[in-house]
């Protein structure tokens, strides 16, 4: 699913960013311009970011985590992902 539209950003480039070694937005933004446009999906960037280290982080202890989880999204981030779909 896209989280940015200004860079045209999905939620598999972030986790492929993160997976590559970034682990703070500031190094995510560095990666991919994400939230550098209008900003809106910063939210949404962060907890992807957020949800793929606490795969990575679970998957030592194997538990499964898998897939963007919607229900750790605030109001205006889910009406921000509505709006770009």
Known sequence: ???????????HDIEAAVIG????????QEALEVGTGCGSCAGAAQVVIDQ????????TRNIDVSGL???AL??????????AA
Do not use: H, P
């Not at 793929?52 to 998957?59: D, F, I, N, Q, Y």
């Open 52 to 59: 793929t280290l606490a795969r990575a982080a679970s998957s």
């Open 21 to 28: 070694g970034a682990s703070t937005m500031l190094e995510v």
């Open 74 to 83: 605030s109001k205006n981030d889910i009406a921000a992902l509505v709006y």
């Open 1 to 11: 699913m896209y989280i940015c539209l200004c860079k045209a950003v999905t939620d």
């Open 69 to 71: 989880q919607l229900g």
